[in-house]
């Protein structure tokens, strides 16, 4: 069971980066996978996801400004994120469900998620 993020870093506000997160063969072919991220302080939060047909969802916090997408044959969910700003900074995590998660509407409830990575942060400075 594996989930690897990486391409976070520190950014001014106004820029932007990919996030990659590269998921073992069992986890890819068998789970939903999704973005969440988690402020100092705050509760982890659903990002954005995508699933095999193409059909995105992303917060309203996010919204135009973020987009996730997915290589099959690499194994890996992106997360592109434009415009940054400070308020986007956080530790960002990929998730790993049940794909039942994606029938539910529920996508962005943490709870729901049973594997994680080790996160990559992204700092956004004014």
């Known amino acids: 069971v594996q989930l690897v993020e990486s391409g976070g870093g520190s950014v001014q506000a106004g820029g932007s980066l990919r996030l990659s997160c590269a998921a073992s063969g069992y986890i890819y072919s068998r789970y939903f996978l999704a973005w969440f991220r988690q402020a100092s302080g705050k509760q982890r939060e659903g990002v954005a996801t995508t699933t095999s047909d193409g059909s995105t969802s992303v917060a309203d916090s996010v919204k135009g400004r973020f987009t996730a997408s997915q290589d099959n044959a690499q194994n890996t969910l992106y997360l592109q994120m434009n415009n940054l700003k400070p308020e986007d900074t956080a530790m960002y995590y990929c998730?790993?469900?049940?794909?039942?998660?994606?029938?539910?509407?529920?996508?962005?409830?943490?709870?729901?998620?049973?594997?994680w990575g080790q996160g990559t942060q992204v700092t956004v400075s004014s």
């Open positions: 998730a790993a469900g049940p794909r039942s998660i994606c029938a539910s509407g529920d996508w962005d409830d943490f709870r729901g998620y049973y594997y």
